[in-house]
């Protein structure tokens, strides 16, 4: 096995067990190692740390599988990993009753490149390093012994693999695609989920618990859902008593997705929802001009800064749309707004938010810190896994 020996001092972060060696922390490869081999990890004295997935094509040369010098990166280590983090889940009773939930959380659940997303017995991987792409068929194995699914699709088509030089892969990799849609029934609400097309693993878990409050604050409100995708949010506020629900997407198929999702639940007054294709930055200034204003507004954008590079293009876009938010809320309105970028960390969210409300004239008071769900755990060696951050706010 290959030997990646860092440079002096640069196993500190190792021994605080953060998972990434950046090619800035490597002195040399001794050995020979192909894309997502596995290698042992040494400090410059040579005491061996552990062991790490080799990507050769990343900045972040090297991703930790394991910590442990005496443990080695097979089959049977996957088995371990994956049942650990299935039964992680099953310990908390809030998730051993959901029937969407993210079994595998990458970095956080100790697996790195690897994010595993269950919606009933169907079950939706993605590989995104090097490392985990090459431990595919274990990963699988793993899987479907850890759970009992009854198929298993790739949906490895996240842009991020082009950083590891991996190409796009998706595909069904255990058993065959389902007769019909797979349907999701989270809080009550029926979803289908379009695992095979539809964005990441087909629908956005992180954010359950936030549809349910929600729905929990839209009694008798007009409210508006912009970047709406399949409807989570919007179906949440009707089931929870909205009196309207204006949501809206730029995508078509999104919104086509939702309409079909609002139809699975036909104990919800579609006569409350109205639809909008179109683009949010335009479109909320178009509200403004048309004087719209609602009691509670959902902002739930992409990425707009996948890494610290982006950030100050995407503070811009953050302020724009909060900004906008706040000039369109009634008085004593909530903003529930939201940032998935990691790039942004919740103290710039904040001051983002904070510098949009003085620009709008409205004075504001953070009512409840939002964040992903508990299927999506944070390690506490790696912060960078607490991707979403969310705030609820309230105008005078
Ligand atoms: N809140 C959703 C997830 C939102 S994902 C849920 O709970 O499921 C972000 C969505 O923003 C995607 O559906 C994408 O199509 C949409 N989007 C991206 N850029 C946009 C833009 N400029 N205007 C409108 N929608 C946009």
């Given at each position: 096995?290959?030997r990646?020996?860092l440079?002096p001092g640069?196993?500190r972060s190792v021994?605080r067990?953060?998972?990434?060696?950046f090619?800035?922390s490597?002195g040399?490869?001794?050995g020979?190692?192909?894309?997502?081999?596995?290698v042992?990890?040494l400090a410059?004295d040579?005491t061996?740390?552990?062991r790490?997935a080799?990507?050769?094509a990343?900045?972040i040369?090297a991703?930790?599988?394991s910590?442990d010098?005496?443990e080695?990166i097979?089959?049977?280590?996957?088995k371990?990993r994956?049942?650990?983090?299935v039964a992680r889940r099953?310990?908390?009773?809030?998730l051993r009753?959901?029937?969407?939930l993210?079994?595998?959380h990458?970095?956080?659940?100790?697996l790195?490149g690897?994010i595993?997303?269950?919606y009933?017995?169907?079950?939706?991987i993605?590989?995104t390093?090097?490392g985990a792409?090459?431990?595919?068929?274990?990963?699988?194995?793993?899987?479907?012994q850890?759970?009992g699914c009854a198929?298993?699709?790739?949906?490895s088509d996240s842009?991020v693999?082009g950083?590891?030089?991996l190409?796009p892969?998706?595909?069904?990799v255990?058993?065959?695609?389902?007769?019909?849609?797979?349907?999701l029934?989270?809080?009550?609400?029926?979803?289908?989920?379009?695992v095979?097309?539809?964005?990441?693993?087909?629908f956005?878990?992180?954010q359950?618990e936030?549809r349910?409050?929600?729905?929990?604050?839209?009694?008798?409100?007009s409210?508006?859902?912009a970047?709406c995708?399949s409807?989570?949010f919007s179906?949440q506020a009707?089931?929870?008593?909205?009196r309207h629900v204006?949501s809206?997407?730029s995508?078509?198929?999104?919104?086509?997705?939702?309409?079909a999702?609002l139809a699975?639940?036909?104990?919800?007054?579609?006569?409350c929802?109205?639809?909008?294709?179109?683009d949010?930055f335009?479109?909320?200034?178009?509200l403004?001009?048309?004087g719209r204003?609602f009691?509670?507004?959902?902002?739930?954008?992409?990425?707009?800064?996948?890494?610290?590079a982006?950030a100050a293009r995407?503070a811009?876009a953050?302020?724009d749309?909060?900004l906008?938010?706040f000039?369109?809320?009634?008085?004593?309105?909530l903003?529930?707004?939201y940032?998935c970028s990691g790039g942004?960390g919740l103290?710039?969210f904040q001051?983002?938010?904070a510098?949009?409300a003085?620009?709008a004239?409205?004075?504001?008071?953070?009512?409840?810190?939002?964040q992903?769900?508990?299927?999506?755990p944070?390690?506490l060696a790696?912060?960078?896994g607490?991707?979403l951050k969310?705030?609820?706010v309230q105008v005078?």
């Open positions: 096995m290959a990646l020996i440079l640069k196993e021994r067990r953060h998972p990434w060696l090619a800035g490597v040399r490869l001794e020979r190692a192909r894309p997502g081999d596995t042992e990890v410059d040579f061996l740390l552990g790490a080799y990507s050769p990343s900045q040369r991703r930790m599988w910590f010098p005496e080695s097979d089959d049977a280590f996957f371990r994956i049942a650990q983090a099953q310990s908390l009773p809030a009753v959901q029937q969407g993210r079994l595998i990458a970095e956080s659940d100790g790195p690897v595993a997303d269950r009933g017995d169907t079950v939706v993605q590989l390093s090097a792409d090459k431990w595919r068929r274990a990963i699988v194995a793993a899987l479907i850890a759970t198929r298993i699709i790739e949906r842009e693999r950083l590891e030089g190409e892969v998706s595909g069904w255990h058993g065959e695609a389902p007769a019909g849609p797979v349907v029934e989270e809080h009550g609400i029926r979803l289908a989920i379009d095979a097309g539809g964005h990441k693993t087909g956005y878990l992180d359950r936030n349910r409050l929600l729905g929990e604050l839209s009694a008798g409100k409210v508006l859902n970047f995708y409807g989570g179906l009707l089931a929870g008593g909205a204006l809206i997407d995508s078509g198929p999104a919104l086509a997705q939702a309409q999702n699975l639940n036909p104990h919800l007054p579609a006569e929802a109205e639809w909008q294709e179109a949010v335009q479109a909320l200034r178009e403004r001009r048309e204003q009691d509670l507004i959902v902002l739930d954008p992409p990425k707009f800064a996948p890494s610290a982006h995407a811009r953050y302020k749309i909060n906008l938010g000039r369109l809320l009634n008085p004593g309105g903003l529930m707004s940032s942004i103290e710039l001051k983002i938010v510098g949009a003085l620009d004239g409205r004075d504001a008071r953070i009512v409840q810190r939002l992903g769900s508990a299927d999506h944070v390690g790696y912060p960078e607490e991707y969310g705030l609820l005078d």
